[in-house]
């Protein structure tokens, strides 16, 4: 009997030192500032709070994604409209131009033409020799299908609705009279309307060779073709 008390007693104080072993080391740690310990209650609930922060990071993400999404959307959009005002611009200057609000400087042709200085034949018609207002008309016609970008008459701008009418040895161009002689200015390309008044099937080479109807073609690099008199 008294050996097994004595074995029973000394489980007991190794037991007892076990857990105060255990005690004193819990007690030791929890003098490092640097350690903190937490109940099994108190390390779930931090769990959750870093879950919920993981998902409020992924959406800041997602934000900042369509944030920079939208910014691409916004330079591209910004890069459109600018070239769209440039655009807008341009047209708008094409506009003036055909319009004939605004100055027009540029290359292109002076072509003169007055009567014919020939002698009448017998049974000539006289008409023949004068310079008529279809004559001016279809050479401006042909300027425009040459492309020509501004065209005047003796100083007066030439626009879609201009009207050019015969007054006896005179020609009226919109509302105003006109002698001889009659000076066509054509902004274009130079090489295009040479080749629209200079070529044998041309209407002026057919009033030179036919009717010996004075017309003189000159190049200019800087023609200057004023703007319509009501822009003025």
């Given amino acids: 009997?008294?050996?097994?008390?004595?074995?029973?007693?000394?489980?007991?104080?190794?037991?007892?030192?076990?857990?105060?072993?255990?005690?004193?080391?819990?007690?030791?740690?929890?003098?490092?500032?640097?350690?903190?310990?937490?109940?099994?209650?108190?390390?779930?609930?931090?769990?959750?709070?870093?879950?919920i922060e993981n998902k409020q990071i992924e959406k800041l993400r997602k934000i900042k994604s369509e944030y920079q999404k939208d910014l691409e959307v916004y330079n591209r959009k910004f890069s459109t409209e600018k070239s769209v005002r440039e655009l807008m611009e341009n047209e708008l200057s094409y506009l003036k131009c055909i319009i004939g609000e605004s100055k027009v400087k540029g290359e292109g042709i002076i072509i003169t033409i007055k009567d014919s200085e020939n002698e009448?034949?017998?049974?000539?018609?006289?008409?023949?020799?004068?310079?008529?207002?279809?004559?001016?008309?279809?050479?401006?016609?042909?300027?425009?299908?040459?492309?020509?970008?501004?065209?005047?008459?003796?100083?007066?701008?030439?626009l879609t609705l201009s009207k050019i009418k015969c007054s006896g040895a005179t020609i009226k161009v919109n509302d105003t009279t006109y002698g001889q002689p009659f000076i066509i200015k054509a902004i274009g390309n130079l090489e295009t309307l040479k080749a629209s008044v200079l070529s044998p099937e041309s209407y002026t080479s057919i009033l030179q060779k036919i009717y010996g109807i004075y017309i003189k073609i000159d190049e200019e690099n800087d023609i200057i073709i004023n703007s319509f008199k009501k822009y003025k």
Avoid: W
């Fill in 120 to 158: 009448l034949k017998e049974n000539q018609n006289p008409n023949e020799l004068i310079v008529h207002d279809i004559d001016i008309l279809r050479i401006v016609n042909d300027l425009k299908k040459a492309g020509a970008t501004a065209i005047s008459i003796n100083e007066e701008r030439i």
């Fill in 1 to 51: 009997m008294n050996k097994g008390k004595k074995y029973i007693n000394h489980k007991m104080l190794i037991l007892c030192a076990f857990i105060v072993g255990i005690f004193i080391a819990i007690y030791i740690k929890s003098l490092d500032p640097n350690k903190v310990y937490i109940t099994l209650e108190e390390k779930k609930h931090l769990e959750n709070e870093i879950d």
